[in-house]
């Protein structure tokens, strides 16, 4: 079966840093998706993205964050200075875009900021 | 915000034996989502429930969906070692962007022999 790729699967950084969290995800799909899950919290929506635009954000998704899909391809999530608070796993997801589909989740990404 | 609660959080089950995870979410939706995640694994899409009454099964998982009483359950018939994972629903609501889901914590579920 056709699965959402991440890499890299574990990153650490130093606070006030940029990370850029990369995904490739399935290839037909036009939806496209990063959600986290704080260790031992729920999964949360961070961002969708359709048409190389954002379609909608969460209160989450603030001016730190920020989402490119650069050549068709991939599709990244970049944190501009990274706080201590952003460590948590970050799942990449993506759709193809019917009624009632699933929504195909990557493996993931551990963010640990230090 | 939507808010969606699981129960039980921890669910631990001899092999064999039936029970249910239970998920309620607080407003209107038509779309629910169950998910599996094994330790340090992806999240597994196992249903998706479009409308009122909509029942799927796979296996000794069957999922049902209430939108009244906004409810859905998974019932596990007669568990093995492999159902053992983390269980999540996930709740689509009513209007918002297709693929913007709240979930719930989980249910962590162990069955042992």
């Known amino acids: 079966e056709p699965e959402v790729t991440q890499t890299p699967s574990h990153q650490v950084t130093q606070m006030g840093q940029e990370v850029i969290l990369r995904c490739v995800p399935i290839?037909?799909?036009?939806?496209f998706y990063w959600y986290r899950q704080i260790l031992g919290q729920k999964v949360e929506f961070l961002v969708s993205?359709?048409?190389?635009?954002?379609?909608?954000k969460s209160e989450i998704f603030d001016d730190q964050f920020s989402v490119e899909r650069p050549d068709g391809s991939n599709f990244t999530l970049k944190i501009r200075s990274t706080k201590l608070e952003d460590s948590a796993m970050y799942f990449c997801?993506?759709?193809?875009?019917?009624?009632?589909?699933?929504?195909?989740f990557g493996s993931g990404t551990q963010l640990s900021v230090l | 915000e939507l808010k969606v609660e699981q129960n039980p959080l921890f669910l631990s089950m001899q092999e064999g034996k039936n029970y249910t995870i239970y998920c309620n979410y607080s407003?209107?939706?038509?779309?629910l989502y169950w998910y599996r995640q094994d330790p340090g694994k992806s999240l597994e899409s196992l249903f998706v429930l479009l409308s009122n009454g909509a029942v799927k099964q796979e296996g000794r998982l069957m999922a049902s969906l209430d939108t009244k009483a906004r409810l859905s359950t998974l019932h596990i018939t007669a568990a093995v070692h492999d159902l053992s994972a983390t269980y999540f629903c996930a709740v689509q609501a009513r209007g918002s962007t297709l693929g913007r889901l709240y979930f719930g914590r989980g249910t962590q579920l162990t069955v042992w022999p």
């Open positions: 997801a993506s759709r193809y875009g019917g009624e009632g589909e699933k929504l195909f």
């Open positions: 290839s037909n799909h036009l939806y």
């Open positions: 993205f359709y048409n190389n635009e954002i379609s909608e």
């Open positions: 407003t209107t939706s038509d779309r």
